[in-house]
C-alpha cells in the first residue's frame, strides 16, 4: 500500500512562489509514476503535472507550462512541484497522486491508485 504525504501549501499573494512536496512511502518509489492535481470546489481534479518514475518525462497541464516545475528524487522518496509566478487561479487543493508500473506518463485522474489528503494553495491578489 502506497502512502502520500503533501506539503508545502500556504497563503501567498500573487507573483510569489511556493515548492509543494510528496513523501511516499510503502512501496519502491523509483518503481512509480506520479503526478500533481488540483481541485477547486465543485469540479473534478485536473492534471497539473505528471512526471515518469525516472524523472526523465514530464507533462504540464497548459495554465502550468512555464511557470511549474515537477520533479522527483528517488533517493529521499519525493516528489516536488515548484510553483513561480502565481495566480489567483491557481488556488486549489492540490494532491499527489502515484501509480505502479513504469509504462507511459498517466494524465487522467482515474488512472492512478493512489492519492495523497491534499495540501491547500491559496494565491490572493
Known amino acids: 500500500q502506497v502512502q502520500l504525504v503533501e506539503a508545502g501549501g500556504g497563503t501567498v499573494q500573487a507573483g510569489d512562489s511556493l515548492r509543494l512536496s510528496c513523501v511516499a512511502s510503502?512501496?519502491?518509489?523509483?518503481?512509480?509514476?506520479m503526478g500533481w492535481f488540483s481541485q477547486t470546489p465543485g469540479k473534478e481534479r485536473e492534471l497539473v503535472a505528471a512526471?515518469?518514475?525516472?524523472?526523465?518525462?514530464?507533462s504540464y497541464a497548459d495554465s502550468a507550462k512555464g511557470r511549474f516545475i515537477i520533479s522527483r528524487d528517488n533517493a529521499k522518496n519525493t516528489m516536488y512541484l515548484q510553483m513561480s509566478r502565481l495566480k489567483p487561479e491557481d488556488s486549489a487543493v492540490y494532491y499527489c497522486?502515484?501509480?505502479?508500473?513504469?509504462?507511459?506518463?498517466?494524465?487522467?485522474?482515474?488512472?492512478?491508485?493512489?492519492w495523497g489528503k491534499g495540501t491547500q494553495v491559496t494565491v490572493s491578489s
Open positions: 510503502g512501496y519502491t518509489f523509483s518503481m512509480l509514476r
Open positions: 512526471i515518469s518514475w525516472t524523472g526523465g518525462s514530464t
Open positions: 497522486a502515484a501509480a505502479t508500473g513504469t509504462g507511459v506518463i498517466l494524465s487522467r485522474a482515474q488512472s492512478y491508485d493512489y
